[in-house]
């Protein structure tokens, strides 16, 4: 019997594993270093995401993980279509991840944040391990997961699955940036517009108002903030479009996200259009029903997150897949059968 990724990690058979199982969003356990707008994985919605989950306790690790962090670093700077992001799954505060980081790579060019008792790189990957990652399809899916990189004779890296070769072939190959890739920015401009690539909308947006004022940026700063406007309406259309479509296996994510865009704008037409598309919706049987596995799943994966020895990660293991028998019709009983399927 082949048991997925969370059962493997337990007799250390976890390897490299191609995944099609939708990525879960980024819950409450990340704690972001961003400080006004916290990311949104739906706003990344069209790019490749590469999540890299580390820890610095490990000295060995410590020896090759900046090379990493700077080779990673180095194929993607000039691809704004692949987002970047950190997270640091042994305990400490934001701060402590970026003075770790800090010389390892550069922070600008990634989302840095902490994930308190590696429960999202559960969720994304299946196991709590050192140096993992997950690659994000531009679809959003959980493309690969997998080591990040490892050692030989303790010291000097052997090889980096996350920037493989037939990785950033195929997740690259339908990623797009998120804003027009013809438009021109000025230097003055480009810390702005690095916020929208990283899906930071309400951040940009708020940024750009006062450098709109001065006149040699007032023409530029227009046509970013048009750039910017039709991003978060091109999410909102799908997301529209995803609600009307009893088809659509991931709507409960779109109705979510509109509760999002609604939030993150408040009293702007772009929260008037989420609060039209989800209100039909809010006391459906479907939304209740999600809202109810919803719940239950975020329940299990706090419990998964404590589990820290062979029997407890069974019973975990085995609530999730009764979890996912139960909930079969709703997007996280299917995300927990994807992490922990199995076939005879």
């Known amino acids: 019997m082949k048991i997925h990724l969370l059962v493997l990690s337990l007799l250390g058979m976890w390897s490299l ?23 949104s994985l739906d ?36 691809q704004p279509e692949v987002v970047l992001i950190a997270l640091k799954t042994d305990g400490g505060s934001v701060r402590e991840a970026l003075e770790y980081l800090e010389g390892r790579m550069d922070t600008d060019r990634w989302l840095v944040g902490t994930d308190t008792n590696a429960t999202y790189a559960r969720q994304a990957t299946g196991v709590d391990r050192l140096y993992t990652y997950a690659w994000i399809t531009p679809e959003g899916g959980i493309g690969e997961s997998g080591k990040a990189g490892t050692t030989v004779s303790g010291s000097s890296p052997k090889r980096y699955w996350a920037t493989r070769d037939a990785a950033r072939e195929q997740f690259l190959s339908s990623a797009k940036p998120l804003l027009d890739p013809g438009l021109a920015i000025p230097e003055a401009l480009l810390p702005v517009a690095h916020l929208a690539e990283q899906g930071l909308f309400a951040s940009a947006l708020r940024e750009l108002q006062p450098l709109a004022g001065k006149p040699e940026l007032t023409e530029a700063a227009a046509s970013l903030r048009s750039s910017i406007a039709a991003a978060v309406q091109g999410a909102i259309d799908r997301h529209v479009a ?103």
């Not at 099609?20 to 990340?30: D, K, N, R, V």
């Not at 999540?51 to 490990?58: A, D, E, N, R, T």
């Open 17 to 39: 594993e191609a995944r099609t199982a939708p990525a879960p969003p980024f819950g409450s356990s990340i704690t972001w270093s961003t400080s006004k707008e916290s990311p």
């Open 242 to 344: 995803a609600l009307a479509s009893s088809e659509k296996s991931d709507r409960y994510f779109s109705y979510l996200a509109l509760l999002d865009i609604e939030a993150r704008f408040a009293n702007s037409t772009f929260a008037r259009a989420a609060v039209e598309a989800t209100a039909p919706h809010a006391n459906s049987d479907w939304v209740r029903q999600e809202e109810e596995a919803h719940r239950a799943y975020d329940s299990l994966m706090r419990k998964a997150s404590r589990a820290d020895d062979k029997r407890s990660i069974e019973r975990v293991t085995k609530s999730l897949q009764e979890f996912g028998s139960a909930h079969a019709d709703t997007v996280f009983g299917r995300i927990a059968a994807a992490a922990t399927d199995s076939e005879d």
């Open 43 to 78: 706003a990344l919605h069209g790019k490749a995401v590469l999540v890299v989950f580390f820890q610095s306790w490990c000295p060995l690790c410590n020896n090759w993980s900046g090379e990493m962090f700077k080779s990673i670093t180095e194929q993607f700077k000039d």
